[in-house]
């Protein structure tokens, strides 16, 4: 009953509660699918019993019966039906209020088991992710609007906003929570299988609100201590001419002021950290898809894909731009 | 005291012609003519008018701007509109509707024309402060569109969070702008507040008691409480954000111990009862239309009351379920969870009980009655979704996305407009003497009533395939094209709905069937008067038998004598059984009220770019409020000579 | 309306009726409760405000003393004694004794012109000010809209005493009084809990 109830015809992809990819999304998918089913059969019966009250009671012609008179019996009798009908109601909201109170407990109680914490700070319009390691801050990897998780593994979203409220939402997985400057908000997650899901800002934030999307890509074990790794180790030093021009043009140009890629001088924290930027599958906080076309364009004249976003449009001859993206293109 | 009562008498033939009577009461009622006249006008019908033209033309504008809207979702990533314009036509489309047009409209409009014709009184409560409270509203909107047309128009959101609203997020004059026209509003609200419940405390006709009073009455006194207990919420959220961008204060600033939820609170706490106080007229009207076409009283009076005053009571105990995915702790989820199901009761009751009027009486099919029929489709859904958005787990993956777009649409167009056209269509021959097309009224609601589910329906999938609420764009490959351009297809149906509603009002009034007294065989007292009423209402106040009082008058209702009709003399009555217990003078025409508003608009224009103009405004401010409450000499010897002083127990 | 036989028509004659009413049988009366619901929906909003801020705080005040308690505790002393000329004239009024209410008004200008004095000395020894964190701010605004409705009533009264001096007394005037009466009380009554609020809660709450 519950898998029937579960397989919503239309209702796929990748940013969507109705294909729950983790426990706490299928959880709220149950209480969400049995309130559904109770209110549209209480809905059609509402209609069927008004539509053939009209019907059955309608008077034709111009005429204006005159008012009629109120009669005690019928009036005890519809008090009965109509005291019934509340009832009916009364019950039928304790039930759904129930079936909440249980998701609740349930998806909450998740978070007592949490073996790791992601950091996730939300600005204005993209995502940065850090995955905090008290004892050993050398083993803090920082990256931006792509969140790798293990499979099976309960994680805790503890976030917070360096700017103004966005919201957290990767509806496969869970609900929202709110990324409130001067909050630290707690999300549990679990994801079942590998996968990759999309997720959205979820609370208006401006003037790129439409374009701050992150994804949650669900790993094995394997692949994700991989990619941990990976992540943990400095930019390579690059080999080519081209790809050597390129950093200098990276070092010399307004990028520094905002960009960290570790292995060079490069260290503000203004933006997204793009010591890997080449590893991550999109840009511009989901917007676009990391291929060379998109991230020279991006480089370029980021307000033309991005109106308003802080990243200033970087003239420079086209030359230094195919360095330049060259250079990215090694910081896997 | 005995002799300080009023006396049921027989009179065998009548002191004074009609004729007579008539005449000298227009003289003293009669609104004053001329352009001076326009801004000295204090009858309620007057003002009620206003209202309602102003009030639909900002619903006309605010449905414009949802259009553009629509033509820039039409196409992912369309280039119509860019993210600065599009987040002002949001913010003014929500803000316009909700704070230009529901509340002046469903509360402010239809109680200041209604109520005092329906309890049997010649002007409400307070007229000047009345005319004062539209001259602001109307200030303020204009004000508005102003700062919009300069490019400064509100870009938040209607409820413009901090921070993204405050001083580090919000440059300029936007913020500020929107912050003044709550204040606008606000307080012109809170004035028909105080109005309404005054004139329905103890100006109804002798004979209304409590149980006696028309279920329109009831719906909107308990929508002014709620006016004012709510309201004050708004005020200090605005003012707070106000001095923050303004005068460097720090409410909302956690860096120094202000905090951002702290707005949200007291936002909410005025913004939930908000909607009830644009639903709870809607269900007044449904009330009252149900039962005339119905052919019966209402069903369930008490029920309904009790409903009424339950809805106000709870709705005050739900705000936080505009905050469930901040964090709030889990005791407090399940609280508003519980308050917010539970609305559902007396909702429920309502319809349970118009219902059972529908099944128990004869059903007369006319156009009011249409967009009651189409009321009950569309707000019953709105009303099952909102257990969708009342339960945590499920709001928290449907809030702020399509799925709570269509599910506020659902409940107010629902319980507000479609009611609201119901109502035009039902009292217009009253406050103009002219009929409607029939045929024209019932095109305009087939096209609005499907045009808004082709527009809105598809919202709620939208938003369950994750689709998030305010983005002036979307992705091509997200799976939503399709449904939006079926919703903005959509629009058009709505649009030609309300351009044949306004043809049809058009063309009634310049040829449309001149309209009896009571064209609908109803039973409220406002049917008991001229179409459109004398400017003193009624010729003979009336005392009410039942609580329609045409249908269950004595053959003899008696009606009152004794006020005196040289002046502006009213009747005040005890606010439980509406026993006579006094007679009142109310003020005659003035500019005053006209001064003090556009003194006060500048004071609020000015403190936003110069806090001390509040101080100095405020010296010009008290010259008018002097010149409005200042009697003139004539008036205060003529009260001397005839005061009848109450009797001290 | 019904249709009558004009040889039987009954009537309600409202004459003897008083036009001069007081308290719940005054319009002006039910207005004025109006206002004060709305302003004291106000206060209480923005005191409960004051104790979000305080549970959302580490310390309370932060960083700073709390206001010193003379003048404030000097001023709750004169609001409570303006009691006694103000529920005179009150009384009074009832009974339209102008010269009374003549006295009573000026005497309640006059320590309504004292408590502005007051108030003033209160507000440069609250020991902050509205911009360095959201605890003055919230202090200022409380006290801010105490001092508006403070003002504006003193200004209400100075104008209605300026009446009872002219030729416009009549009944209307006296039922004037009584609301102003009022008015004063709930300026008053709603300076207790901002006073406990304000001076005593920072002292009682120290976390």
Request: with cysteine; aromatic share 14%.
């Amino acid at each position: 009953m519950i898998a029937f109830l579960s397989d919503v015809p239309g209702f796929s992809g990748p940013q969507t509660p109705l294909e729950p990819a983790g426990p706490q999304a299928l959880q709220i998918e149950h209480t969400l699918l049995l309130i559904f089913w109770i209110t549209a059969v209480v809905t059609v019966i509402v209609f069927a019993v008004l539509t053939i009250g009209v019907l059955r009671r309608r008077v034709g012609g111009a005429g204006l019966p005159p008012p009629l008179p109120v009669d005690p019996k019928t009036e005890r009798r519809t008090t009965w039906i109509v005291g019934g009908a509340i009832g009916v109601t009364v019950v039928l909201l304790f039930v759904m209020m129930i079936s909440s109170f249980i998701a609740s407990h349930r998806t909450a109680a998740l978070a007592a088991s949490s073996t790791m914490t992601i950091n996730v700070y939300g600005h204005e319009w993209w995502w940065e992710i850090e995955y905090p390691n008290e004892a050993e801050p050398y083993r803090i990897v920082r990256t931006a609007n792509e969140i790798h998780v293990p499979a099976g593994t309960v994680i805790d979203i503890h976030g917070t906003s360096r700017d103004v409220i966005h919201s957290f939402w990767a509806p496969n997985i869970h609900g929202k929570k709110d990324l409130l400057p001067g909050y630290w908000n707690d999300l549990t997650l679990e994801v079942d299988k590998p996968g990759t899901w999309r997720g959205q800002c979820a609370e208006f934030c401006g003037l790129q609100h439409a374009h701050m999307a992150f994804q949650i890509v669900a790993q094995s074990r394997d692949d994700f201590d991989k990619w941990f790794s990976s992540q943990l180790n400095p930019a390579p030093d690059p080999q080519t001419p081209q790809t050597i021009h390129g950093r200098e043009v990276f070092l010399t140009h307004p990028c520094v002021m905002c960009h960290t890629i570790r292995g060079t001088t490069a260290s503000s924290t203004v933006g997204p950290d793009l010591t890997h930027i080449a590893s991550r599958t999109t840009i511009a906080a989901g917007t676009l898809v990391n291929n060379t076309g998109n991230l020279t364009g991006w480089i370029a004249n980021a307000q033309s894909i991005k109106p308003g976003c802080r990243m200033p449009p970087n003239p420079m001859p086209a030359s230094d731009l195919n360095d330049l993206v060259a250079y990215l293109e090694t910081l896997r | 005291m005995s002799d300080q009562r009023a006396q049921l008498v027989l009179e065998t033939e009548p002191a004074e012609s009609a004729e007579i009577r008539a005449e000298r009461l227009a003289r003293v009622w009669t609104e004053p003519s001329g352009f001076l006249g326009w801004f000295r006008a204090v009858h309620h019908t007057t003002i009620g008018k206003r209202y309602i033209v102003t009030a639909f033309i900002f619903f006309l504008a605010a449905g414009l701007l949802a259009g553009a809207m629509r033509l820039q979702l039409a196409f992912p990533e369309a280039h119509i509109m860019g993210p600065d314009l599009y987040n002002q036509i949001f913010t003014m489309h929500g803000s316009v509707m909700m704070f230009l047009f529901a509340v002046p409209m469903m509360f402010e409009g239809l109680s200041v024309y209604l109520v005092p014709l329906m309890v049997g009184t010649r002007n409400i409560a307070f007229p000047r402060l009345n005319a004062y409270s539209y001259y602001l509203y109307v200030f303020g909107g204009v004000t508005l569109f102003a700062f919009f047309f300069v490019n400064s128009g509100p870009d938040r959101g209607w409820f413009a969070y901090v921070p993204l609203s405050g001083p580090d997020y919000a440059p300029g004059k936007r913020a500020d702008i929107w912050a003044q026209l709550i204040t606008f509003t606000e307080v012109s609200a809170l004035a028909v507040a105080v109005e309404i419940v005054v004139t329905a405390f103890k100006l109804r006709a002798p004979g209304m008691s409590l149980n006696r009073i028309p279920i329109f009455v009831w719906g909107q006194v308990v929508t002014a409480f709620m006016v004012i207990f709510a309201m004050p919420g708004v005020v200090i959220a605005s003012t707070m954000l106000l001095l923050d961008r303004t005068a460097s204060t720090q409410f909302y600033n956690p860096a120094v111990g202000g905090d951002v939820l702290l707005y949200q609170h007291l936002f909410w706490w005025f913004g939930h009862p908000e909607v009830y106080i644009i639903f709870l007229p809607g269900t007044a009207i449904v009330s009252t239309i149900v039962a005339t076409f119905s052919r019966r009283h209402v069903f369930g009076y008490l029920a309904l009351v009790l409903s009424l005053i339950a809805t106000g009571f709870i709705a005050f105990g739900l705000w936080v379920h505009h905050m469930f995915a901040t964090g709030i702790p889990q005791m407090s989820e399940s609280f508003f969870t519980a308050a917010s199901m539970m609305i559902a009761i007396p909702a429920g009751t309502q319809i349970f009980c118009w219902i059972a009027t529908v099944a128990t009486g004869k059903i007369v099919l006319k156009s009011p009655m249409l967009w009651v029929l189409g009321f009950f489709f569309v707000f019953i859904i709105g009303g099952m979704t909102g257990i969708f958005v009342a339960s945590v787990p499920v709001d928290l993956q449907v809030h702020d996305t399509y799925f709570v777009v269509a599910h506020f649409h659902y409940v107010l167009i629902g319980g507000a407009v479609f009611p609201l056209f119901g109502a035009l269509a039902y009292w217009f021959p009253k406050i103009t003497g002219r009929m409607l097309s029939e045929t024209l009224g019932v095109w305009s609601f087939w096209l609005f009533a499907i045009g808004f589910n082709i527009t809105f329906f598809p919202m709620h999938i939208l938003g369950l395939r994750g689709m998030p609420r305010r983005v002036y764009t979307y992705p091509a490959g997200a799976g939503w094209t399709v449904l939006n351009q079926i919703e903005s297809c959509g629009y058009i149906l709505l649009f030609l709905g309300v351009l044949l509603f306004l043809l049809n009002v058009w063309h009634s009034l310049q040829r449309g069937a001149v309209a009896p007294a009571n064209p609908w065989g109803a039973g409220g007292l406002e049917w008991a008067t001229s179409s459109p009423p004398v400017p003193y209402n009624f010729l003979d106040l009336p005392t009410v038998n039942g609580r329609e009082a045409l249908w269950d008058a004595a053959p003899d209702q008696p009606v009152v004598v004794g006020l005196h009709e040289d002046t502006r003399e009213i009747l005040t009555t005890r606010l439980l059984d509406a026993e006579p217990e006094g007679r009142d003078e109310f003020p005659a025409p003035s500019i005053w009220p006209f001064v003090a508003a556009v003194v006060t608009t500048i004071l609020f224009i000015g403190s936003i770019f110069r806090p001390v103009a509040v101080s100095i405004g405020a010296i010009p401010l008290a010259i008018a409020l002097i010149g409005w409450f200042w009697p003139t000499r004539r008036e205060s010897a003529r009260r001397r000579e005839r005061d009848v002083w109450q009797k001290e127990t | 309306m019904a249709e009558r036989d004009l040889a039987q028509r009954r009537l309600l004659d409202v004459s003897p009726l008083p036009s001069v009413t007081f308290a719940t049988r005054s319009i002006t009366w039910w207005g004025t409760l109006g206002m004060m619901v709305i302003e004291g929906s106000v206060f209480a909003l923005a005191l409960a405000a004051y104790f979000y801020l305080h549970s959302r705080a580490d310390t309370w005040p932060p960083g700073v003393l709390p206001p010193e308690l003379f003048w404030g505790t000097l001023n709750t002393a004169i609001f409570l004694l303006s009691v006694i000329p103000t529920e005179w004239y009150r009384r009074r009024a009832r009974r339209g004794d102008t010269t009374s209410v003549q006295i009573g008004m000026i005497l309640s200008i006059l320590f309504g012109l004292t408590i502005i004095f007051v108030r003033y000395k209160e507000m440069l020894h609250l020991n902050t000010d509205w911009t360095q964190t959201a605890y003055g701010s919230i202090v200022w605004l409380i006290m801010g809209l105490h001092i508006t409705h403070l003002i504006t009533d003193w200004v209400d009264s100075v104008v209605l005493t300026a009446l009872f001096f002219s030729p416009h007394v009549e009944g209307k005037r006296f039922v004037d009084a009584e609301e102003n009466a009022s008015y004063w009380y709930f300026v008053v009554i709603t300076w207790i809990p901002i006073y406990l609020v304000i001076y005593w809660a920072p002292r009682w709450l120290r976390s």
